[in-house]
């Protein structure tokens, strides 16, 4: 969830009839939630035009498909179903909505309840009773903080007694009635009453559980192995699922589905642009300090254009997804990379090169999951090999002109052999690179300024993209890389 500044003081009313004088009135957590929503939607908009979108920082690419939709589900008091793939920023979304509830809530203090009741309308008998029994001016209130309004849980492994409740034993022993209100122990979901309450991963949670969630969606109450106790539970319900588990049937029962209000199609970033700025967004990583890297804005794009190009390759299995932390990881190895060859070899700015991508099997690997009928005998390495040899092919021809490609095919067939790699220094690529002038020329099409560290990483660019594109060969042993015709 999002920081919160749960230090801030808690409003000064300290009893019902102070609260009551205070003007406060009570209201369920959805129209709480609208409301608040609404009046943040408006300030938005008068305030830079951008809507939706401006109210959810660090959501990118998603202003024009699902903050509309979030936004009109949030307005409409519904339950909601967040359902996309992996990395998609699902549980982001879902961790954003208690910014939209009031920062403090009253709530009747009693001692030894679970439950933050409503100091107008309580559903516990502790709750009713204390309100029979005290003068306003002698019932405690307390304040519950926003922050502390929103619960979440992952499906897989989670029991009723976990959601919903179960009868404590202890109560049992100390001779309450098992059918009494007082012997249950309550679930995350009562204990949420007046707040939000989130399910990950859907389709994995029990059938069992599944219809205790469709009683509180239908009749906001709970009950507990078959005895008749009921709560008018005030709760916001938010879950978030998988396209393919989802709609497999018998994974979701059809009441549970049919009750939650609006569904929230989520989905990749649909420019490249976009995704490469939820890359650096997501990898967190300081490019300055003692050490300062410069990314070169095609090697941006190479490694955006591999988890583009692993999102279409029949070798993954795309039921599963590539999530937007294959990208981040695969950023930070290339970004760590550089800056330890800078490190070691004394240069600054560290630059990165193509060669760092020789590095992006540690982070890539475990984020695909093969289709096993897609990739035959090929393994996870020479999956990911593919792919990237796919992605610098296809940003190589983005920066470099077909003109003058065959030139350099031919010095390379005549026998000229270059070899780079990871630690060569970059004052030795002018030397390295003067047998294929042509070359070298190439390299300062993709980059006519910068130093000599961007020009290294350009001229391997330029390599690799020969070589991806079929012009050349490549051999890599031990960080070193051989482009040269066989």
Known sequence: MNQMNVQAKSPTPRTLAQLMASGWKSRSVKSELRSNFEQALKGAASASERGASSLFPGILGYDDTVLPELATAIIAGHDILFLGEKGQGKSRLMRMLPNFLDEWLPYLDIPGCSVHEDPQQPITRAGREMLANTTPENTPIAWWHRSERYAERLAPGTKFADLIGEIDPSKLAAGTSMGAEEALHFGLVPRMHRGIFAMNELPDLDELVQVGLFNVLEERDVQIRGYPVSFDLDVLLVFSANPTTYNRSGKVIPQLKDRIGSTVVTHYPRERDAGIAITRQESGMDLGGDFPVIVPPFMDRVIEEISIAARKSKFVDQASGVSARFSAANWRTMVASARRRAIQ??????????????????????????????????????????????????VFKEYVEEHGLPAIADAFAKGVRIEVGELVPSSQYVQRLKSVPEAWDKAFEVNAGGDAGVRASCAEFVLAGLWATDRVSRTTKHGRVAYEVK
């Open 345 to 394: 070899l004394g240069e600054n700015p560290a630059v990165p090169r193509i060669s760092d991508l020789g590095h992006l099997h540690s982070s890539a690997l475990g984020k695909l999951e093969l289709d096993l009928m897609g990739s035959h005998q090929m393994n996870e390495r020479q999956v990911i090999d593919a792919i990237v040899a796919e992605a610098v092919g296809v």
